[in-house]
């Protein structure tokens, strides 16, 4: 089937304004991790769901950072009152089960705030 | 805090030529992985090695992970222009959430 999807691949937000970036995972994968990629960086975790839980967000950098996955499926990141710093390239990711660990990756979505 | 580093930062070599990166960290990870990531994509996984000691052969790639499991190589024999990519390596640790911490890389130029 399809893997997991990101959009928009590519935003452009001003500083201050709000953004929300989307993950469509892998359908029937219990598991979605969101990361945060500066240029030249590894990826970093920002947080972690369970199908509609989220079990983690340890990561989220600021009260600014804000994830959801109501149903279970799609998943959304929203930033508020985007800043400079918040410029990288947003992942995701899905597994299939909480016990495995191949995660499968998205193509990104990357932020540039002016 | 677990942290991962990788080394060398950036790799460039003719085509045919071998090489090795390494993955180190002061942590004990449960398994590590090792992912290629190509611009404007996300990692893909290419192998998970789980026991110390454990070494993983993928067709020109050989995996290792150390007796201790605090560190990891990437040997690639014969290198060729399509290994060219980041390398990532990513501890699993024991903790739903900070289970993958991805090391910063190494950047592979594999020059035709």
């Known amino acids: 089937g399809a893997g997991v999807s990101q959009s928009p691949r590519y935003k452009v937000a001003k500083r201050g304004q709000d953004v929300a970036l989307r993950c469509d995972p892998i359908?029937?994968?219990?598991?979605l991790f969101w990361y945060q990629q500066a240029l030249g960086q590894g990826p970093e975790f920002l947080t972690y769901?369970?199908?509609?839980?989220?079990?983690?967000k340890s990561g989220l950098p600021s009260d600014r950072f804000f994830a959801e996955r109501p149903e279970g499926s799609v998943s959304t990141l929203k930033i508020q009152r985007t800043q400079q710093e918040d410029s990288a390239v947003y992942l995701c990711?899905?597994?299939?089960?909480?016990?495995?660990?191949?995660?499968?990756f998205g193509p990104g979505t990357r932020l540039t705030v002016t | 805090t677990q942290l991962l580093e990788q080394s060398p930062q950036f790799l460039s070599i003719q085509e045919g030529e071998n090489l090795t990166v390494y993955c180190n960290s002061s942590s004990v990870f449960s398994s590590l992985q090792w992912y290629r990531q190509e611009p404007g994509e996300g990692p893909v996984l290419l192998v998970t090695v789980v026991t110390g000691g454990e070494v993983k052969k993928l067709k020109r790639l050989t995996f290792q992970f150390g007796d201790a499991r605090k560190d990891s190589s990437l040997h690639i024999t014969a290198a060729q222009p399509g290994d060219t990519g980041l390398y990532l390596c990513a501890g699993v640790g024991n903790n739903y959430g900070q289970n993958f911490v991805f090391g910063p890389g190494t950047r592979l130029s594999v020059l035709p």
């Open positions: 359908s029937g994968h219990v598991s």
């Open positions: 769901f369970q199908n509609e839980a989220q079990l983690d």
């Open positions: 990711a899905s597994t299939v089960d909480r016990g495995l660990y191949e995660q499968y």
